[in-house]
């Protein structure tokens, strides 16, 4: 499984090398992806103000649209797209999809943010059975109301991983890994180590969602990394289990 971020243009279709690869190797594959820089993009376009609190995106009504057009259309679809051009047969879905995420919303002062809740992986599973590639937008229902909820990519991920029962879940993004206090990307990292480097600042913003994610596949039995977008290999290389960027190795 794999978690791809970005602004999904033309650097994306490198972190796609990962994906043509492993479905040439027929592993079965299930794609989540971001795209938080396009929306930003198309937020300005628009004249609509960002925020951001604690690595989420502060979503009101208006802002919640524009996420599910932006994410689930555009963002989607390029992805797709450029698999479908290299011979993957994917298939594009946000978490809305066959109820595949359902959410609680996170707080107040965030909006329509939900955090997920709960996994339906039926229609996933259908998916992998037919020899497809899925690939999801981030967004799910709410639990109460049935709203959509802007969900964040990397929680989408991990709590997709956990209900697949993955082997691995990797998130492809724009660091080498997570970086300790002196710069340098650490190589393992277990809960302890990551509440130690979130309470002191040294993991922030969009790198916090990631290593949350990362616990959660692993303590559910699935090894979770974090490399960066070049380094086509780094896949592989982590199903043979090698240790490239960041590991968080999963529970026994
Ligand atoms: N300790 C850290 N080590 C490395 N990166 C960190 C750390 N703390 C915060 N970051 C930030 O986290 C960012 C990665 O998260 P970000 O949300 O920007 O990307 P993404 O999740 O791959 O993309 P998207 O949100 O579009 O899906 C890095 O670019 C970096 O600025
Ligand atoms: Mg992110």
Redesign the pocket.
């Known amino acids: 499984m794999l978690?791809?971020?970005?602004?999904?243009g033309a650097e994306t279709d490198a972190a796609l090398d990962a994906v043509v690869a492993l479905n040439d190797g027929g592993h079965p594959l299930v794609v989540v992806?971001?795209?938080?820089?396009?929306?930003g993009e198309w937020a300005e376009r628009l004249g609509m103000e960002t925020h951001f609190l604690r690595?989420l995106r502060v979503t009101d009504p208006q802002m919640r649209d524009l996420a599910l057009a932006v994410l689930g259309g555009l963002a989607n679809g390029r992805v797709v797209a450029m698999l479908i051009a290299r011979g993957v047969p994917a298939v594009g879905l946000t978490g809305i999809d066959g109820g595949l995420l359902r959410a609680d919303r996170e707080d107040a002062e965030l909006g329509l943010v939900g955090k997920v809740a709960l996994v339906d992986s039926a229609l996933l599973e259908e998916l992998l059975d037919a020899g497809r590639v899925p690939v999801i937008a981030?967004a799910a229902l709410a639990q109460d109301d049935g709203e959509i909820l802007n969900v964040?990519?990397?929680a989408a991920a991990g709590a997709i991983a956990a209900s697949l029962g993955a082997r691995l879940l990797v998130?492809?993004?724009?660091?080498?890994?997570?970086?300790?206090k002196d710069g340098r990307?650490?190589g393992r990292l277990d809960a302890d180590l990551v509440r130690a480097?979130v309470d002191d600042g040294?993991?922030?913003?969009?790198?916090?969602?990631?290593v949350e994610a990362c616990l959660i596949a692993a303590a559910a039995g699935c090894r979770a990394a974090?490399v960066a977008t070049r380094g086509i290999d780094s896949v592989e290389r982590l199903l043979a289990g090698e240790q490239v960027g960041?590991v968080f190795e999963a529970a026994a």
């Open positions: 978690k791809i971020g970005g602004s999904i992806h971001g795209g938080g820089p396009l929306v690595g981030p964040n990519g990397d998130f492809v993004t724009d660091v080498p890994g997570v970086r300790g990307v650490i480097l040294t993991i922030e913003g969009g790198m916090l969602p990631k974090i960041t």
